[in-house]
C-alpha cells in the first residue's frame, strides 16, 4: 500500500526518498534540504516555532479566563462585556494578514522575532490597565501581536523541514494545547484568592479583585522569556526558500551550509554548491520583492509603494492556479473556527451552575477539558501517517467533532454530568486533531512565494469566524439552550464539505509528496 510518508523509525526508507532518479518531481531546493535532513537545527527550530502557537492559545484561554473577573472589576454590563473577546479577534485577524505579508515581503525571520516580542511587551502592559477602554486597546495590541505568530511561525518551519519529515509540523499543534493548560494552571494560582466572591448581591473592591492582573503580568513574563530563548539561545537563520524565491541565491547557500554545519555534518557542508540552490521553476516566479509592478498593474497611481505590494501579494493568491485551493481551504478555517468558539462560548453557561459553583472550582473545570484536548496534536500528527492522509484526516476528525457536540446537546438535556463532561471532553479531543491537521496541512498545500500571505488570510479568517461567533451565539441563546450548539454542528459539517472537495495531493506540497508513492510501497 502506498503512503506518503515513512513512518518516524522507518530510516532506510527516508534513505530511498533521497534517491535522485529521473522522475523524482523535486526541486534541486528540496533535493538539497532533503540531503541535510532532520538534525538538531530542525529540532530547535520546531520547539521555538511551538513557543509561538503556545503563546497564540494561551492568551486566547487566558481571556476567557479573566472575562468574568475584568466584568466585576469594572462594573461593565453584560452586553459590552464581549467587547473584550472581541476586540482580542480584530487584533488577530489583522495580525493575521499583517504578519503574514510581512513574512512574505521582508522575510521569515522578521515576523518569527517581532511577534512575540510585542506580544510580551502589550501582555505586560495590560497587566497596568487603568479602565476597561485601556484595557481592550491593548488587548487589540496584543492580538495583532500574536495573530501572527501561527500562519508565520508555521511557514518558517515548513520551509526548513525535509519532505520525510513534513507530518512533524502537525506536532506543532501540541505546543498550541498545551498554552490552554498553562494559561489555567496560572490561573488556578494566581486568580481565586485575589478575586471578589462570584455572589452578586456582595459588591466588589476592586482593590482586592487583582487576580487577573496577575495573570496578564505572569503570562507577559513568559511570553517574553519564550522570545529571548529564540534571540538569546539560538541564532535563525532565514529560510533558503524565501530566499532563493528573492532572488538571493548566494545567501540561501550560505544558509544551507550554516545548518548542516550546525547539524553537526560540516563535510555535507562544504560539498553544497550553488547549483544545489538553482532552481529555474522558482527563479522564473516573481520574488517577493521584485515584479509588483506587473502584477499591481503599473504602480504609477498616487498610492504609497507599501500598498501596491500589499494588494500584489492578494492577487497572487486569487490567480487562476490558486483561486479554487485558496477558497476552499480560507472556508475551512473560517467555519471550523466558528464552529469552535461558539461552542466554547456557550461551554460555561451549560456547565456552570446557578451561582454556586466557586471560581476553583470552575477554573478545575477549564484545566480539565484543556487536558483532555492535549492528545489530539499528537492524534493528528499520527493520523496523516496512515492511509486516510490529510484530508479524510481533517474531515473525518471535523465530522466527529460535530457529532459530540451532538452528544453533548442530549448529555445536557439528560442532565447527566458524568456524560456532560466526557462529551465536552470528546469534543475538545477531536476538534484538537482536526486543528492539528489543518494547522500542518495549510502551509504546506501553498506554493513558497504565497505562502505567508495564503496562510495569514487563513489565519485573519478565523478571527472573523472567532469574532463573529460570540455575538452570534448570544442571538441563539434566546431562541433556545441548544441553538449554539447545533448550528457549532452545521459549521463544523459545513467545513469538513470544504476539505473534502480539496484533493490529497492539493497544491504545491502536494505535487511533491507524489515523489514518494513511486519508491515508498
Not at 526558500?241 to 560540516?266: C, D, K, S, Y
Not at 502584477?295 to 490567480?319: D, F, N, Q, S, Y
Request: aromatic residues 10%; negative net charge.
Amino acid at each position: 500500500m502506498s503512503t506518503y510518508f515513512p513512518v518516524p523509525d522507518a530510516e532506510d526508507d527516508a534513505e530511498h526518498l533521497l534517491e535522485d532518479t529521473d522522475d523524482d518531481p523535486r526541486t534541486q531546493l528540496d533535493k538539497t534540504i532533503d540531503r541535510i535532513g532532520m538534525g538538531s537545527y530542525q529540532w530547535t527550530l520546531l520547539c521555538l516555532c511551538g513557543f509561538g502557537w503556545m503563546a497564540d492559545n494561551m492568551w486566547l484561554q487566558a481571556v476567557a479566563i479573566v472575562l468574568p473577573r475584568v466584568q466585576q472589576h469594572y462594573s461593565v454590563p453584560d452586553n459590552y462585556i464581549g467587547i473584550l473577546s472581541s476586540v482580542m479577534f480584530a487584533g488577530m485577524m489583522i495580525g493575521a494578514v499583517g504578519w503574514g505579508t510581512c513574512s512574505d515581503l521582508l522575510g521569515r525571520s522578521t515576523a518569527f522575532n517581532a511577534t512575540l516580542f510585542f506580544t510580551a511587551f502589550f501582555g505586560i502592559l495590560a497587566s497596568f490597565s487603568w479602565s476597561f477602554t485601556s484595557l481592550c486597546f491593548l488587548l487589540f495590541l496584543l492580538g495583532s501581536a500574536v495573530g501572527g505568530s501561527m500562519p508565520t511561525d508555521g511557514t518558517l518551519l515548513i520551509e526548513h523541514m525535509p519532505g520525510p519529515k513534513l507530518y512533524l509540523v502537525t506536532a506543532l499543534s501540541l505546543f498550541f494545547s498545551l498554552g490552554s493548560v498553562l494559561a489555567a494552571l496560572f490561573a488556578l494560582a494566581l486568580v481565586p484568592q485575589h478575586s471578589c466572591a462570584t455572589i452578586a448581591s456582595i459588591p466588589c473592591d476592586p482593590a482586592l479583585n487583582n487576580g487577573w492582573k496577575h495573570l496578564l503580568a505572569a503570562l507577559g513574563i513568559i511570553t517574553l522569556a519564550m522570545f529571548l530563548a529564540r534571540i538569546v539561545f539560538f541564532r535563525l537563520h532565514e529560510s533558503p526558500r524565501f530566499l532563493v524565491h528573492a532572488g538571493r541565491p548566494a545567501e540561501a547557500l550560505e544558509t544551507l551550509q550554516l545548518i548542516a554545519r550546525f547539524n553537526g555534518a560540516p563535510a555535507l557542508a562544504g560539498e553544497l554548491a550553488l547549483a544545489d540552490v538553482d532552481d529555474t521553476a522558482i527563479t522564473a516566479v516573481p520574488s517577493p520583492v521584485q515584479g509588483y509592478e506587473a502584477i499591481g498593474g503599473g504602480g504609477k497611481e498616487l498610492v504609497p509603494p507599501w500598498a501596491h505590494r500589499w494588494t500584489a501579494r492578494m492577487r497572487m493568491v486569487l490567480v487562476p492556479e490558486w483561486r479554487r485551493t485558496s477558497v476552499l481551504v480560507w472556508g475551512a478555517w473560517c467555519g471550523m473556527a466558528l464552529a469552535y468558539t461558539m461552542f466554547n462560548v456557550f461551554l460555561p453557561k451549560l456547565l456552570e451552575d446557578t451561582g454556586t459553583k466557586s471560581i476553583e472550582d470552575s477554573l478545575w473545570d477549564v484545566l480539565i477539558f484543556t487536558l483532555g484536548g492535549c492528545p489530539g496534536a499528537l492524534l493528528g500528527a499520527r493520523l496523516i501517517l496512515t492511509p486516510l492522509g490529510r484530508r479524510w484526516s481533517l474531515a473525518g476528525s471535523t465530522l466527529v467533532t460535530a457529532a459530540f457536540c451532538i452528544l453533548f446537546v442530549f448529555a445536557q438535556t439528560a442532565r447527566s454530568d458524568w456524560a456532560v463532561r466526557i462529551s465536552a471532553v470528546g469534543v475538545g479531543l477531536a476538534s484538537t486533531t482536526m486543528w492539528a491537521v489543518l494547522y500542518g496541512w495549510t502551509p504546506e498545500i501553498f506554493a513558497t512565494k504565497v505562502r505567508g500571505t495564503a496562510c495569514g488570510i487563513a489565519s485573519a479568517l478565523s478571527r472573523i469566524g472567532g469574532m463573529i461567533a460570540p455575538l452570534l451565539g448570544g442571538a441563539l441563546l434566546l431562541v433556545s439552550r441548544a441553538a449554539p450548539v447545533y448550528t457549532s454542528m452545521v459549521a463544523f459539517v459545513c467545513a469538513a464539505g470544504c476539505v473534502l472537495l480539496l484533493s490529497e495531493d492539493e497544491g504545491e506540497g502536494g505535487r511533491s509528496r507524489g515523489r514518494v508513492r513511486a519508491v515508498v510501497h
